[in-house]
């Protein structure tokens, strides 16, 4: 998210948006700039058939190729000083085909900002509502029925061990609040976590699977920046059991994908918009320990809490002005305090 390199890119085009709004007053063609991109011409002209498809009354069009697969797209309307602004990534693309889904872009903006600025129609008169004459309807008895079934859950068996009917050891399903701590810009990612856990036969093995949506945010006075992390882990642990309370220990692997958004402080005007918003989202993958504990407090619920650290092996990380400002990277510590359901 280099915001200001991004706001020096874009300053001069939204200065020339006002000479070029002339122009068009005066009925000279919609002007069209494409800066730094191949086929410049053959861009041009592309634009051109979308600025006709989309019927879009524009003052000014200016393309500018960044560095990468990045293409700034900056669109100024007659009638109003909301410029449209769009980045479109290529990198998908084969460059052939770049010319032509820099215009489809276009044009999907041109007509959105078509559809933007166009008057709110007119509501419509109130229909005055006819009389309803009250009807009388005799109330329903309830019904109520009552289903009685056996129980098909086996015997809980010693946890880590199988049950006297063979069936496999205990099982529990759990929710939790988590708490992360990243070394990287003292980023505190906090949100719901769910786990299902069961045993492994007749080994004093443990395998737990479980979900995590987790969200940080930054304001600084250079901008905002958020980011939201989705995983999904899984953990093989070691049990040692003391009456009701057990110990659990061992590595876990949790994989996922986050997403980051940041907005740029800088101030805006009509006629100078420098305020430059970015996101971007990526892979993440985690490795670490993990210790938990669990006490059985009655037949069917065991509070828990869990302190797990390890390291980033692949992450991400948002930028604001060349700052750190929010990092899923190096390494972390993190606490989850929860309550798990037994069979």
Do not use: Y
């Not at 410029?83 to 215009?103: I, K, L, M, Y």
């Not at 900002?113 to 008057?119: S, Y």
């Not at 930054?218 to 009456?243: I, K, N, Y």
């Amino acid at each position: 998210m280099r915001m200001r390199r991004l706001a020096l890119l874009t300053a001069p085009i939204f200065l020339s948006a006002a000479i070029a709004g002339r122009a068009h007053a005066q009925g000279i063609e919609t002007p069209v700039e494409v800066r730094g991109c191949d086929a410049s011409d053959a861009m041009v002209s592309a634009i051109r058939v979308e600025l006709a498809a989309a019927g879009a009354s524009m003052a000014r069009v200016t393309v500018v190729c960044l560095e990468g697969s990045r293409v700034l797209v900056v669109a100024f309307p007659v009638a109003t000083d909301r410029p449209g602004v769009r980045e479109v990534d290529t990198a998908d693309v084969t460059p052939e085909a770049r010319t032509r889904a820099v215009a489809i872009a276009t044009g999907e903006m041109l007509r959105a900002m078509a559809g933007r600025d166009a008057p709110s129609p007119s509501p419509a008169p109130p229909v005055p509502a006819e009389p309803v004459t009250p009807a009388i309807v005799a109330p329903l008895a309830p019904i109520v029925v009552q289903v009685t079934a056996p129980s098909l859950a086996p015997a809980r068996a010693p946890s880590g061990q199988p049950s006297a009917d063979g069936e496999a050891a205990a099982w529990s399903v759990g929710a939790a609040l988590r708490v992360r701590a990243f070394a990287e810009a003292s980023t505190f990612v906090v949100g719901p976590a769910l786990q299902l856990e069961a045993g492994l036969g007749d080994l004093p093995l443990r395998l737990r699977v479980g979900t995590d949506l987790g969200r940080a945010s930054d304001t600084a006075p250079e901008g905002e920046t958020s980011l939201v992390a989705w995983t999904g882990s899984a953990a093989l642990l070691g049990r040692a059991q003391a009456g009701p309370i057990h110990f659990d220990a061992g590595p876990f692997l949790e994989l996922g994908g986050a997403f980051a958004e940041g907005t740029s402080a800088s101030d805006a005007t009509a006629s100078d918009t420098t305020v430059a918003t970015a996101s971007g989202s990526g892979p993440i993958a985690m490795i670490g320990g993990e210790a938990f504990v669990g006490a059985k407090m009655a037949d069917h619920l065991e509070p828990f809490v869990a302190l797990d650290a390890g390291a980033v092996l692949a992450g991400l990380q948002a930028d604001i002005d060349d700052r750190a400002s929010l990092s899923i990277a190096g390494p972390f510590v993190g606490v989850r305090l929860g309550l798990a359901i037994l069979p």
